[in-house]
């Protein structure tokens, strides 16, 4: 914001003004300066979250008290940087160290406890240090065992080609096995080698921007935190068994990941409405996608992957499958607590990612987007 002259004896209470009448809306004065294409007058950077409407409503009360303000609203913010999710790593939504009253552990306080550790591993985590290892219970260890056995029994005839050709080096090279939960930093090492992406601990869901914009970055937030032991084959949240064997595996594909990439770019920048359209298209592809392998159809969802029922159901008659079509995809909706109704058939990632890749397009941005993956930032140019 523009504002008042340096000179004005005002100015001291205008910007407390300002202040005030953004507060509950987690905006702040971030600094104030004399403005440059203004000689003589004082520019007051503001960050944070309001509405349109109430800026404009503030803006005509200043000026019906006879104060000028001249408003400019800065592109939508996004990390430039892999250090910068650091910034939003730690705002989660929901779960984390608390848990809703229909959680199955919601009354098991040593579950609570241990989420409660988890979630602590994840809020002090910064980007550049190593995921700390921990060390598991045996009840985890169970609970992990009956979902790790009952997958596996269904990968050769349901899972990608890709999942199946990833799976067995996480076992030789990450310890996957029935008895044993992998660290998400020995897992984290493995799947950068192989595609250049990386975990990162999270304590609980993010907001679909915050998440998308990690993809961006070849990062994908994991939670480290495992589902309740009196129901191992069912969770309402992901937690490390949907991770490790739905996600790491198809992150460690070099095609899957450029894939999964591509959408994370597309969010950067733009608009809240095509932040929910991305976060559809996220669903119907990355969580819950079919593709077509040898003339057969395969799952290569993380939703399916990691959900044992789901994944026999997939590729039954019952749900209804239609090739990929990302305009669809982006405004269909999906039920979160049953087996989906509907599916999108890619024919191949590349496929797919072109797909994605003229979507983006239409997506209205001030500024192309470039990811370097040599200094692991964002490179943007304004449109022309």
Known sequence: ISAMSEQDPKWRTVLYDVTLSFEGHSVAIVETRTSKERPGQLDVYLEGNTSWKE?????????????????????????????????????????????????????????????????????????????????????????????????????????????????????????????????????????????????????????PRDFLAGLAFRVFHSTQYIRHHSKPLYTPEPDVCHELLGHVPMLCDPNFA???????????????????????LYWFTIEFGLCKQDGEVRAYGAGLLSSFGELQYCLTSIPKVEPLDPFKAAVKEYPITEYQPFYFLAESFTDAKEKISLFSKTIPRPVLIRYNEISESIEDAPCV
């Open 55 to 207: 800026i404009e409503e503030f803006i005509q009360q200043k000026k019906e008290l006879g104060t000028e303000f001249r408003l400019s609203i800065s592109p939508i913010w996004f990390p430039r940087h892999i250090s910068e999710l650091d910034r939003f790593a730690n705002k989660v939504l929901e779960c984390g160290r608390e848990l809703k009253s229909d959680h199955p552990g919601f009354t098991d306080q040593n579950y609570r406890e241990r989420r409660r550790i988890f979630a602590d591993i994840a809020i002090n985590h910064k980007h550049g240090k190593p995921i700390p290892n921990v060390e598991y219970t045996d009840i985890e260890i169970n609970t992990w065992g009956v979902v790790f056995a009952e997958l596996n029994k269904l990968y050769p005839t349901h899972a990608c080609k890709e999942h199946n050709a990833v799976f067995p080096l996480l076992v030789k090279d990450c310890g996957y096995s029935k008895d044993h939960i992998p660290q998400l930093q020995t897992v984290s090492d493995f799947m950068k080698a192989l595609s250049g992406f990386q975990l990162r601990p999270v304590a609980g869901l993010l907001s």
């Open 258 to 280: 450029q894939f999964s990439q591509e959408i994370g770019l597309a969010s950067l920048g733009a608009p809240d409405e095509y932040i929910q359209k991305l976060s559809h």
